[in-house]
């Protein structure tokens, strides 16, 4: 659409009015500017929040700006960046190989990797947000899991008929999808209400907070805001769950097309980490070739191709265009990722790319993969470490394969609020590593 219309192209759907945003330097200079750090206010941004505009990735103005700082407080005061959440995250790593290795030997086929993803991630951010992980097969795990995939099912941010025409609700409930989306989302309100409860009996006040819900009611006494803490939770664990499960995911399919990556970065870990260690965070800036096979693998998968939505907070000027207040704003990230003048063969997948002369892992300010300014992905530290340690993880324990009665893994994902991987299968063989 940019190569014909521009790099700031207008679209209306229903009444609502959107301007997508494409190009690296045009996203990356306008993503900066705070006019456009507002977020929509829609029926579907609402209805998660009991109608109202609560918790931090979807509202706006001062509100988000407090709410951002108290939050990222609460986070850093048991570890969040820090050698704690490292700690986590190790603790986890081991678990999922422990796992994999007792899935390998009882089920002796191949295995679909998303649906183990899926509960090593939210352990991870139920750690910290509730101060306790799940087994594999805790069955309100997975209860609550299946409530997590249904509620991204029943949500459309962008369009649906519940975004233009939120009165039918009250029409037609059932066959709009309101009944669904509201018998989903109390059953994700009722699920963190009783964690609450439960920290309200048996935490001290006289004591460090564990966890994020102890450190918000520690903070806030007996005036504390359920909502806003339900839906703070909600924030950080249906956002961080989903995108993380789903890069993962989509970096193993990638993984399997190129195994000559694969098996040079087995060796790279055999000679740092050892045969008879694990990987840790602290090995990530000894791997420099691991991290630029993740950040090249982000760089082509692109699963948030247009990110979260932003929404301008007044009138303002762009390219000679002039942007009404409350307008949505899609930042093109697929075409900065894509853009020829930043890269050279964008289409093809080149790790080397993202390593200096010395073969040291190199950022390069063209990629930006948790978003930029502001709004910038606040989980941006536990996302990337989680992606490090659970990948290098799996490889460092096991080979990986497509199972020989299958092709490779389909690369283009499923389309919706983010794009989610094809499910696929994949063979696990444990690794003889001193070999």
């Known amino acids: ?50 109608g109202k505009r609560k918790g931090v990735l979807f509202i ?14 609460h986070l850093r005061s048991f570890g969040f960046g820090q050698k704690t959440m490292e700690n986590y995250l190790e603790v986890e790593a081991e678990a999922l190989v422990t796992h994999l290795q007792r899935e390998v030997e009882r089920l002796q086929k191949p295995l679909r990797l998303q649906e183990i993803f899926d509960v090593t991630v939210l352990n991870t951010l139920w750690m910290m947000i509730a101060g306790y992980r799940f087994t594999y097969d805790d069955s309100r795990l997975n209860h609550i899991l299946s409530v997590v995939h249904e509620a991204f099912r029943s ?3 962008l369009g649906g008929i519940l975004s233009h025409l939120p009165f039918l609700r009250f029409v037609i409930p059932n066959y709009s999808g309101y009944n669904r989306l509201m018998e989903t989302h109390d059953k994700l309100w009722g699920f963190i209400r009783n964690e609450i409860d439960e920290h309200l009996k048996t935490m001290r006040r006289d004591q ?9 009611l520690l903070e806030s006494g007996n005036s504390y805001d359920r909502e806003e803490l339900i839906v703070l939770c909600l924030d950080l664990f249906m956002a961080g769950s989903k995108t993380t499960t789903d890069s993962l995911t989509a970096i193993f399919a990638l993984a399997l097309h190129h195994p000559e990556w694969i098996k ?16 840790s965070c602290e090995h990530a800036s000894q791997l420099p070739r691991i991290e630029a096979f993740l950040a090249e693998a982000h760089r082509v998968l692109v699963l948030t191709p247009l990110g979260v939505p932003h929404r301008t907070m007044d009138k303002v000027s762009l390219e000679g265009y002039n942007i009404p207040k409350g307008t949505v704003v899609l930042f093109n990230y697929h075409s900065t990722n894509v853009d020829e003048t930043c890269w050279e063969e964008p289409l093809k997948f080149k790790p080397d790319r993202f390593l200096d002369e010395n073969g040291q892992f190199k950022r390069r300010s063209e990629f930006s993969p948790f978003g930029l300014g502001k709004r910038r992905c606040l989980g941006e530290l536990l996302a990337r470490a989680s992606l490090f340690i659970f990948f290098s993880s799996i490889i460092h324990n096991f080979d990986i394969e497509t ?12 389309d919706g609020f983010t794009v989610s991987p094809r499910p696929y299968l994949i063979k696990l063989t444990p690794r003889c590593k001193r070999e």
């Open 1 to 50: 659409m940019s190569k014909k219309y521009g790099p700031v192209v207008g679209i209306k759907l229903g009444r609502q009015k959107f301007v997508v945003i494409s190009g690296s330097e045009l996203v990356k200079k306008t993503a900066m500017r705070d006019e456009f750090n507002g977020r929509p206010d829609g029926f579907f941004f609402r209805v998660r929040a009991f």
């Open 208 to 216: 460090p907070p564990k966890d994020f819900i102890e450190a918000f």
């Open 403 to 414: 199972p020989e009665d299958q092709g490779l893994p389909i690369l283009d994902g499923i």
């Open 60 to 73: 706006d103005g001062p509100a988000w700006a407090q709410t951002r700082k108290s939050t990222m407080k």
């Open 155 to 157: 949500s459309d941010t």
């Open 264 to 279: 040079s970065l087995q060796n790279d870990l055999q000679d740092i980490v050892g045969p008879d260690a694990q990987p």
